[in-house]
Nanobody, 121 residues
C-alpha cells in the first residue's frame, strides 16, 4: 500500500508565503512524476505544478513566478513553495504522484487527502 500525506496548509494574508510538503510512504519502488493540484469551491481541480523524476518542472500560468515545486527523492517527498499569495489561490491543495510500487512492473497514480490553503486578510 502506498500513501501520500500532505502538510503545511493554513491561513495566510495576501502577499504572504506558505510551503506545502508531501511525503510518500509504503511499498515504493520508483516515484516518477510528482505534482500539485488544487480545487477551489465550485471549481474543477486544476494542475498547479509538476516535476519529473529528472527534475524538469512546469507550472500553471496563474502561478508562474510565484510558486516553486521541488522534490527530494531520498525522502520520497515533493514540496510547493508559494509566495505572493492571492485570495484566488485559496483552495484545497492535493499531492499527486505516479509511483511504481515495490514488486510491481506497472505505475499507478496516487492522490493525497489534501490540505487547505486560505488566503485572506
Amino acid at each position: 500500500q502506498v500513501q501520500l500525506v500532505e502538510s503545511g496548509g493554513g491561513l495566510v494574508q495576501p502577499g504572504g508565503s506558505l510551503r506545502l510538503s508531501c511525503v510518500a510512504s509504503g511499498r515504493i519502488g520508483t516515484i516518477h512524476t510528482m505534482a500539485w493540484y488544487r480545487q477551489a469551491p465550485e471549481k474543477q481541480r486544476e494542475k498547479v505544478a509538476l516535476i519529473s523524476l529528472s527534475g524538469s518542472t512546469n507550472y500553471a500560468d496563474s502561478v508562474k513566478g510565484r510558486f516553486i515545486i521541488s522534490r527530494d527523492n531520498a525522502a520520497n517527498s515533493v514540496y510547493l513553495q508559494m509566495a505572493s499569495l492571492k485570495p484566488d489561490d485559496t483552495a484545497v491543495y492535493y499531492c499527486n504522484a505516479d509511483i511504481r510500487p515495490s514488486g510491481l512492473a506497472i505505475r499507478r497514480n496516487y492522490w493525497g487527502q489534501g490540505t487547505q490553503v486560505t488566503v485572506s486578510s
